[in-house]
């Protein structure tokens, strides 16, 4: 980072099962920010190990105060690992990245200097993968499709090495597997998103922690966050428009009869008649799931969410 602006860094690493990788990715983590940033703190989150991965982070923060601890008492997942993290940062920069050494720490200088062009996150491109077709094959479907859907042009979402902002990781928050779609959700924020390609390696400690299945969950995420940047400002907006239109087409046919009625023309059960009346029913469910949504979301603003952890930043 040479004739660039030096800033404060948090690099945040969510941690299962890899205690073979750890200490030699915070030797590269270290030796690259002690040259490129002005301070920089490391927050492991350990999210549930059952190997010696908490045991090898703890005595990292023995010898290094600038190593920071967030311990999981079971595993919850890559997103509430990182939604801590965020919480916990407090450099001008933030940068994610795994913790099986297949990405390059020496290329985060370069991403936080791309951010300067105007960029308030910075996605890695893993354009030459080095895992099974198992993996990167699903993975080009759900890039391809997450790109369409969301109108975030990004060729990898899902590439750990990120680097954002302060502003972004505080405005943006995950659950459940949401950690794709961080790009997404800052866009949706109004951030300004880039790429860079960046290289990747071999697994050489460890196993992949992703199944089969992890390309149906993408799918029904992608719907969740579809759903949640593009509705209207509130949940009600969108439910309320589709009950609408409903209880208009059922208030009509029904209207129809009622005048029928009135004329003096004898009424009898007809298709069309309870087809009316089964829409103005729907009509009122749907209503009522948007005020239920709108109750669960302002509840939702009100709390925070809760989990079991402890953290050692001190």
């Not at 001008?92 to 390059?104: F, M, Y």
């Not at 720490?105 to 936080?112: C, L, S, T, V, W």
């Not at 799918?219 to 759903?227: A, I, K, Q, R």
């Not at 829409?279 to 509840?299: C, D, F, K, N």
Request: with cysteine; net charge positive; hydrophobic share 40%.
């Amino acid at each position: 980072m040479e004739n660039t602006k030096k800033y404060s860094v948090t690099v945040i690493i969510p941690t299962y099962n890899e205690e073979g990788s750890l200490e030699e990715l915070y030797r590269q983590l270290t030796a690259m920010l002690e040259g490129s940033a002005s301070a920089h703190e490391l927050i492991f989150v350990d999210d549930g190990s059952a190997d010696s991965s908490l045991q090898i982070i703890k005595r990292l923060r023995e010898s290094d105060r600038r190593v920071k601890v967030i311990s999981f008492s079971r595993n919850y997942g890559k997103s509430p690992a990182l939604d801590e993290g965020f919480k916990a940062a407090k450099g001008e920069i933030v940068v994610t990245i795994d913790a099986d050494l297949q990405d390059n720490p020496d290329e985060i200088p370069a991403m936080i200097a791309k951010l300067d062009e105007g960029y308030d996150l910075i996605s890695g491109w893993k354009r030459n993968r080095q895992d099974p077709i198992t993996k990167t094959w699903p993975s080009k479907l759900f890039n391809f499709t997450t790109s369409v859907a969301s109108g975030i042009k990004l060729h990898d979402f899902n590439c750990g090495l990120k680097v954002y902002r302060r502003e972004v990781v505080k405005r943006v928050h995950i659950h459940g597997e949401l950690h794709r779609f961080i790009p997404v959700l800052a866009g949706w924020e109004g951030f300004r998103i880039g790429e860079m390609k960046v290289s990747h390696f071999e697994r050489q400690f460890g196993k992949s922690k992703y199944g089969a299945k992890r390309l149906l969950n993408g799918m029904f995420d992608l719907m969740t966050v579809m759903f949640i940047t593009r509705r209207s400002t509130t949940p009600l907006h969108l439910f309320g428009r589709i009950a609408f239109l409903f209880f208009a087409g059922g208030g009509l046919i029904n209207l129809y009869f009622l005048v029928q009625w009135i004329m003096g023309k004898g009424l009898h059960v007809r298709p069309v008649m309870v087809l009316g009346l089964i829409m103005l029913v729907i009509a009122i469910q749907i209503g009522s799931i948007g005020l239920l949504a709108e109750l669960y979301s302002s509840t939702m603003k009100k709390t925070f969410s809760f989990r079991e952890y402890e953290i050692d930043d001190q």
